[in-house]
């Protein structure tokens, strides 16, 4: 399986801008998809990844952290084996490196990195204030 994101960049903060995940390999229908992003401060390993949003791919439930419900709006294309993160009103702690993930549905949805299997590489968002 990979995954692969893409999408981020810089912008200014109470901007918006949508990044996107490419799964391969992998058929989702028992799986959950979620974003986690590793901010800057807040500690570079894996268990400081900050759970962002997740989508159960079969039953379509979507989940959202705190700092970002209301603000985040996590989507997924069936056809095309993506989920996308559309992110508006940003702000400069949104800033960080967004990671997209896959892990097992029967476990629910997880808002703990340790929760995924599998990881794509991630994509730098940058906001500037």
């Known amino acids: 399986v990979q995954l692969q994101a893409s999408g981020g960049g810089l912008v200014q903060a109470g901007d918006s801008l949508s990044v996107s995940c490419t799964v391969s390999?992998?058929?989702?229908?028992?799986?959950?998809v979620g974003w986690f992003r590793q901010v800057p401060g807040k500690g570079r390993e894996f268990v400081d990844r900050?759970?962002?949003?997740?989508?159960?791919?079969?039953?379509?439930?979507?989940y959202y952290g705190d700092s970002v419900q209301g603000r985040f709006t996590i989507t997924k294309d069936n056809a095309k084996n993506m989920v996308y993160l559309q992110m508006n009103s940003l702000k400069p702690e949104d800033t960080g490196v967004y990671y997209c993930?896959?892990?097992?549905?029967?476990?629910?949805?997880?808002?703990?990195?340790?929760?995924?299997?599998?990881w794509g590489l991630g994509t730098q968002v940058t906001v500037s204030s």
């Open positions: 390999g992998r058929t989702l229908n028992k799986y959950t």
């Open positions: 993930a896959t892990g097992p549905a029967s476990l629910g949805y997880s808002t703990t990195p340790f929760g995924y299997d599998d």
């Open positions: 900050e759970f962002v949003a997740a989508v159960a791919w079969s039953a379509g439930y979507r």
